[in-house]
């Protein structure tokens, strides 16, 4: 029995070195169970990253959502645009805008009534630490029945975007739709009517507040101060020399027809 044991084994060992395409076929089948393990591990880490990038950057956001905005303006009043109380008038508002941030910001005004409102200037562009008083008109209309208004509270509002912008751009009010993503919502104010039957230090400010915004608008409007040479018709420039030099002679004529 041993001895037909043996045989068999020799038997084995001689079929399998004449047929060595079994120990290729052997260790292929080996190499590409360990390949398609490699490649299974590394679809998994790789889909392990790109859910673990999507997560952090759904965190990123709610976060973001969650922080209030950065604010670039500040605005006097904070809260409400305070407007006197006269039915049937276009009553005058104004707010000042300050630039706080180190760069350069344009602004621009919304309104949930357009029809009934307007502000003056609508948007604009301020340099960091620039200021600017903007007013604002309304129609303020007759209540009905000429019923005595007891609630001077609006359902008016007005929002106060702000964007950064590069030096030296030009204000379209295009930008906003364009940048949609930086843009920042300032502040929302609501419309509150002052009664101008009573004093108070609310409507004394919104008294102020128009007077230098008028002041602002005038001077906004005179051209800066030309510090270059003095034109007269086309093209004739007068050298302050030749100036003073025509006025010595003038003088010396008058003195001889005095002498005369």
């Known amino acids: ?44 880490n790789r889909h392990t990253e790109l859910v673990t990038a999507k997560r952090s950057t759904t965190v990123t956001s709610i976060v973001r959502s969650l ?18 109380y006269e039915p049937g008038t276009q009553a005058r508002s104004a707010i000042r805008l300050k630039n706080t941030s180190k760069s350069h910001v344009a602004f621009k005004f919304q309104t949930t009534a357009p029809k009934s409102c307007f502000m003056r200037p609508p948007g604009g562009i301020l340099a960091p630490g620039e200021s600017i008083i903007a007013t604002v008109f309304k129609f303020v209309e007759r209540p009905e029945n000429d019923e005595v208004q007891v609630d001077l509270k609006s359902k008016v509002k007005f929002k106060i975007m702000s964007l950064k912008v590069t030096a030296g751009i030009d204000f379209l009010p295009e930008l906003f ?26 409507l004394e400010k919104l008294r102020r507040q128009l007077a230098d915004a008028e002041a602002d608008l005038e001077a906004r409007k005179k051209p800066p101060p030309d510090t270059g040479p003095r034109v007269v018709g086309e093209g004739l420039v007068i050298d302050e020399w030749k100036e003073r030099r025509e006025k010595y002679l003038a003088r010396q004529q008058v003195e001889m027809v005095d002498s005369t």
């Open 67 to 84: 922080l209030p905005p950065r604010r670039r303006l500040r605005l006097d009043p904070t809260n409400n645009l305070y407007f006197p």
């Open 1 to 44: 029995m041993a001895i037909a044991d043996r045989q068999q084994r020799s038997y084995e060992r001689k079929m399998f070195s004449l047929c060595p395409f079994w120990q290729t076929s052997a260790t292929m089948n080996n190499s590409s169970s360990s390949s398609s393990t490699q490649n299974l591990n590394h679809n998994g």
């Open 177 to 202: 739709d364009e940048q949609r993503d930086q843009v920042t919502v300032e502040r929302i104010l609501r419309v509150v009517f002052l009664d101008v039957q009573r004093p108070s230090l609310a």
